[in-house]
T-cell receptor, first 114, second 111 residues
Framework: EAQVTQNPRYLITVTGKKLTVTCSQN?????MSWYRQDPGLGLRQIYY???????DKGDVPEGYKVSRKEKRNFPLILESPSPNQTSLYFC?????????????FGDGTRLSIL | GNSVTQMEGPVTLSEEAFLTINCTYT??????LFWYVQYPGEGLQLLLK?????DKGSNKGFEATYRKETTSFHLEKGSVQVSDSAVYFC??????????FGDGTTLTVKP
């Protein structure tokens, strides 16, 4: 089954404790992206990757890191999480980065930073 | 930068009512436009898309037309069902890889 898998689905942690949210897709997609969803703000793009070893900032990259060493994986790293990063996070992928490709989304990761 | 503005929600309708959710955008170049739907506890799913001016996207009874002159992509359905209750997002993509989403509109359909 074609899917985007995120782990963990839920995480409660404390300020300053490094964490990684993994994202993996099994569709051989070139393009991957991370979003955060906050009430009243919709989805905001954090980082995206057009292909292996190619990443770029979205609209809200501060406090996050990403890497794209393999085509299928695109982890999101919070080096020193803070309470304002409490949010619902989604990973997405599409076959290519050109504009007419729809994105496939994971089921989300709910992060709470205390 | 790019932006997407959706009509404010929530929207509550009776079954079989007509639905319109307004979406307008600002963007440089020629973006592609999308509607996604999100059911509780799940990720977003593509509902329909349009990639150039005057294109009409349609799926499951929903329709939206890419109007360049009014920079709009309004979502419509002639007769909603209880199962259509969800959050609907309008979005645009550019060739540079950036995606911009609206704030989402929550639709509740009552029997």
């Amino acid at each position: 089954e074609a899917q985007v898998t995120q782990n963990p689905r839920y995480l409660i942690t404390v300020t300053g404790k490094k964490l990684t949210v993994t994202c993996s897709q099994n569709m051989n997609h070139e393009y991957m992206s991370w979003y955060r969803q906050d009430p009243g703000l919709g989805l905001r793009q954090i980082y995206y990757s057009m292909n292996v070893e190619v990443t770029d900032k979205g609209d809200v990259p501060e406090g996050y890191k990403v890497s794209r060493k393999e085509k299928r994986n695109f982890p999101l790293i919070l080096e020193s999480p803070s309470p304002n990063q409490t949010s619902l996070y989604f990973c997405a992928s599409s076959s290519r980065g050109d504009s007419n490709q729809p994105q496939h989304f994971g089921d989300g990761t709910r992060l709470s930073i205390l | 930068g790019n932006s997407v503005t959706q009509m404010e929600g929530p929207v509550t309708l009776s079954e079989e009512a007509f639905l319109t959710i307004n979406c307008t955008y600002t963007a440089t170049g020629y973006p592609s436009l999308f509607w996604y739907v999100q059911y509780p506890g799940e990720g977003l799913q593509l509902l329909l898309k349009a990639t150039k001016a005057d294109d009409k996207g349609s799926n499951k009874g929903f329709e939206a037309t890419y109007r360049k002159e009014t920079t709009s992509f309004h979502l419509e359905k002639g007769s909603v069902q209880v199962s259509d209750s969800a959050v609907y997002f309008c979005a645009l993509n550019t060739n540079a890889g950036k995606s911009t989403f609206g704030d989402g509109t929550t639709l509740t359909v009552k029997p």
